[in-house]
């Protein structure tokens, strides 16, 4: 079936320095992609989301990239800050309805 | 402005035991709802959802089930939890198939 998986479980980074989360998805036919924030013990906040019209879109100090042609999507951050430590999914909606599928997540550790 | 209350917080039901955990969305009408479990340190596993009101698709085949009583609110039930039912459970809502808006979560431990 459908899956979204990340590289990367953990990923460490100096503060003040760009962080690239990236992620893969199986299914060709995905059109709607986000980017969530999960903080410990709290639901997952939104971050950021792209449709597969476009193949990159930013935010305050975030961009996500979409590259379809080997069914990728990436998630920078600029300048990361101790704020930013946190678990990252990637999820794919608009295949089969109304589910969000989420991937296993990545962990930013951002070093002081 | 929405928002989305899940109650409660925290959760010690031994093994056997019923369940009932609600969440209510104000501030939005006809919203599609969800919930979702997550295991420690792992992702979020899709239980339910809903687009309407007596409307509930299951994804995964268990112990538990999920009802919309009315057009803001979802419970999730089970009547003999099971140790593998603990986990961090959450309550999403969306407008069509959109991004979601998730509450703050209950932790459940079954003991």
């Known amino acids: 079936g459908e899956s979204v998986g990340l590289h990367l479980p953990t990923l460490s980074v100096q503060e003040g320095d760009n962080s690239i989360i990236n992620c893969a998805y199986s299914?060709?036919?995905?059109?709607?992609f986000i980017w969530y924030k999960q903080e410990s013990g709290k639901g997952p906040q939104f971050i950021i989301d792209?449709?597969?019209?476009?193949d990159k879109r930013q935010g305050q100090r975030v961009t996500v990239l979409l590259n379809k042609t080997v069914k990728h999507l990436s998630l920078q951050i600029a300048a990361t800050q101790p704020g930013d430590s946190a678990v990252y999914f990637c999820?794919?909606?608009?295949?089969?309805?109304?589910?969000?599928?989420f991937g296993a997540g990545t962990r930013l550790f951002v070093k002081a | 402005s929405q928002t989305i209350h899940q109650w409660p917080a925290t959760l010690v039901q031994p093994v056997g035991s019923p369940l009932s955990l609600e969440c209510t969305v104000e501030?939005?009408?006809?919203?599609?709802l969800y919930w979702y479990r997550q295991a420690a340190g792992r992702g979020l596993q899709l239980l339910f959802y809903?687009?309407?009101?007596?409307?509930i698709s299951s994804e995964v085949p268990q112990n538990l089930s999920a009802s919309r009583p009315q057009d803001r609110q979802f419970i999730l039930s089970s009547k003999k939890l099971l140790l593998s039912d603990s986990g961090f459970y959450l309550c999403?809502?969306?407008?069509?198939?959109?991004?979601?808006?998730f509450g703050s979560g209950t932790q459940l431990s079954v003991l």
């Open positions: 809903s687009v309407g009101i007596g409307q």
């Open positions: 999403a809502w969306s407008r069509g198939n959109e991004k979601l808006f």
């Open positions: 999820a794919e909606s608009g295949t089969g309805g109304f589910k969000t599928i």
């Open positions: 501030g939005t009408s006809n919203p599609n």
């Open positions: 299914n060709s036919a995905s059109d709607y």
């Open positions: 792209i449709r597969s019209n476009m």
